[in-house]
């Protein structure tokens, strides 16, 4: 079955730095490719998503990028800011139709001021 | 947009009872899951239902726990009896598969067994 795996498990940056986040997968035929954020006391919001066909994605400060051959997918928040500081969750879904999500184990990311 | 919503947000019991969590999903949502979030195992995913017809109970633990989608609009996910090790946060998340793979997620329940 599909594996995901997340680095690193904490991080932090200085404000107005960027923060990368990395996930490797192992099915092959995974194709969707969601990351959440979670703040403490709160379930999981998607933040930005890429599917299989589509090689980068890009939403004001944060971006997506996939690497289908090496099977990585990466989180790039810009321009940090303290309200970033929450966990970050990358997933994997492989199985059209079912929607069914495999995720990482998280990453803890701290912005200081 | 309610979200989806979930109760009780916080749940204490002792080992030996019954604990019975509940979810509504976003209206017109026809995928339901169900997660269970701890520190050692991150998220799970413990069961998910499609137009109410439970589709992979595969993550569900182990018979003491059952989950049931009598409508649209409401699901339950039963612990009988709880352990210790049944604490947790578990979610309870909601998809709608005809226009897209994202799952919203509700607040989650802290559920601790004494």
């Known amino acids: 079955g599909e594996n995901v795996e997340q680095h690193p498990s904490t991080l932090s940056v200085q404000e107005g730095d960027s923060a990368v986040i990395k996930c490797t997968y192992s099915?092959?035929?995974?194709?969707?490719f969601p990351w959440y954020k979670q703040e403490l006391g709160k379930g999981p919001q998607l933040i930005i998503d890429?599917?299989?066909?589509?090689g980068e994605k890009k939403d004001q400060r944060i971006a997506v990028t996939l690497n289908k051959t090496a099977k990585h997918f990466s989180l790039h928040i810009t321009e940090t800011q303290p309200e970033d500081s929450a966990v970050y969750f990358c997933?994997?879904?492989?199985?059209?139709?079912?929607?069914?999500?495999?995720f990482g184990t998280g990453t803890r990311l701290k912005v200081l001021a | 947009d309610a979200g989806v919503i979930q109760s009780p947000r916080h749940e204490v019991t002792e080992m030996g009872q019954e604990v019975t969590l509940r979810c509504k999903p976003i209206?017109?949502?026809?995928?339901l899951f169900w997660y269970r979030q701890t520190m050692m195992r991150g998220l799970e995913l413990l069961i998910y239902?499609?137009?109410?017809?439970?589709?992979?109970d595969s993550g569900m633990p182990e018979d003491r726990f059952s989950a049931k989608m009598p409508n649209a609009s409401f699901s339950t996910l039963k612990i009988q009896p709880s352990e210790p090790r049944d604490s947790a946060v578990y979610f309870c998340?909601?998809?709608?598969?005809?226009?897209?793979?994202?799952?919203?997620f509700g607040p989650g329940t802290r559920l601790t067994v004494l």
């Open positions: 099915d092959s035929a995974s194709n969707y």
């Open positions: 998340a909601s998809s709608l598969s005809r226009y897209s793979d994202t799952q919203y």
């Open positions: 209206s017109g949502h026809d995928y």
């Open positions: 239902f499609n137009n109410n017809v439970p589709i992979d």
């Open positions: 997933a994997a879904s492989n199985e059209p139709g079912t929607y069914k999500y495999i």
């Open positions: 890429i599917r299989s066909n589509v």
